[in-house]
Structure formats: C-alpha cells, structure tokens
C-alpha cells in the first residue's frame, strides 16, 4: 500500500501512473489525457490548494485520479520501499 496523504492509501500493484501536477498540467498531451479520463474517473482531491502529484489508478474495473499534497519524487520513494 502506498500512503499519497491524508488518510489516503492506494494498492501499489492498481496504481498506473504518479505525475507530478504542474508538469501535466503544462503539458498538452497529459492534460488532454487527464482531462478525458475526468469523464469516466472518480476525482478525489486530497487537498483543494496545494495539490503537487496527480495519481492514476484502476481497480473494481474504475479508473480513479487521487490529487495529492506530496510530490510526486516523494511518492516514487515510498513505492520503491
């Protein structure tokens, strides 16, 4: 399991991608593709303001985007352990 803030974790094996926030927010193509999978995913913003990584991950046959507060370097650590 991996802890991405608050009272959040996330099976590491059902976890797709860590992107850190502002580059796929500036980067046409990942923007695009998180804005897609809006559509069918479930949002779940961990903190509103202070958002560093986006999470992708897919279990129960749903897609789920977690914004998170820890950056995405921290969060590629604590899964390496």
Known sequence: MLHIGKDAMVPIKDIIMILDYKEAMTNDDTHNFLKKL?????????????????????????????????????????SRT
Do not use: C, G, M, W
Request: hydrophobic letters at 40%; charged letters at 25%.
């Open 38 to 78: 809006k559509d069918s995913a479930h949002q779940i913003f961990l903190e509103e303001y202070n958002i560093k990584s986006v999470i992708v991950a897919r279990f129960l046959d749903k897609y789920f985007i977690y914004y998170s507060p820890i950056s995405s370097a921290t969060l590629y650590k604590r």
